[in-house]
């Protein structure tokens, strides 16, 4: 699995290589790891999979980056 985030702005992609199978708290960490440190949060996140996805990956987001929503 790949996965992709493309700043809207820039429109600069970012490709992150993964296994098959990957939780929304994997997905945070590797944002965390390589998105956030260079771009820092973003102020709109969007994914194909679904809302309730988008709000497991901000929940996780939030704790590891050790803030509060």
Partial sequence: ?????????TKIIRLKITTISISSEEIAKIYRDNIWKLHRISRKILSNQGLQFVSKFIKELTKALETTR
């Avoid at 699995?1 to 702005?9: H, K, L, T």
């Fill in 1 to 9: 699995m790949i996965v992709v985030i493309v700043d809207q702005f």
